[in-house]
């Protein structure tokens, strides 16, 4: 199956993949892309780009540190939502554990302290959102270099899939309570169409983009959540077009879909 992206975003990759075979060489084992940009969902204003990177051995401080100035040099290029990528060792894939180490992340959320040379380059690190990106990237990611997606990439048992998405969830209700109790708001997107997503994955097994969980919410869900799904619908795909929510209303779904999200786990 191809990639179906713009001309522009496939020099991108390229550029991204010749970094690392640049600077690995047989150390590089395959770089793998995933989310919404694989599941034809990307939006360049509200996406991200995510990728993940395996490596056979771990890497040294210079080699993360060099690596991440050549990645900020690179992000400047990226989308205005960035470039989200992990970099793990193929032990970490053939002994998994929930949550998986990893040797070096990159994302908005952390170019800064790359920048200002703050960043932690020494200690070991977890993350458990690696679980759920394993099985998307197993389900419906690209390699862009290496060794295939099925030679490597576990089958990651359902309940840490379940937990990874459900801890993102989570976090999205506890930001949708803290707002406002009345009148109406921006629809968050990110948090509305997530929740639609792990639902989708709780009640039917389907993995599916942030897009295509919206969609499937309008078609299983509660009505009364309908105009809320459809609003975060309309500005994922198009940033600006949609429309203030009920404020109120946004706060019952959250409630409905974590409540549903955390009896799932017990």
Known sequence: MELKTS????DFLSEFV???VEGFGE?????YLHGSLAMESFNPVSSDVDLLVVVRDRLSWEEK???GQRLLQLSEQAPPNGLEMSILTLDSLTSFQYPT???LHF???NKERFALGTIDLTSDQTDPDLAAHFVITKARGFCLYGEAIEAIFPDVPREYYLDSLAQDAEWSAQKIMQGVDHGECAVPVYGVLNFCRVLAFIEQDLITSKREGGQWGIKHLPSEYHPLIREALKEYAVSGTSRPVDCALLKAFAAYANGMIQQSRS
């Open 7 to 10: 001309d522009w975003m496939k």
């Open 65 to 67: 540190s060099g690596l």
């Open 27 to 31: 150390n590089l084992v395959g770089i």
């Open 101 to 103: 180490p990893y040797e």
């Open 107 to 109: 994302s908005n959320g």
């Open 18 to 20: 010749q970094i690392f």
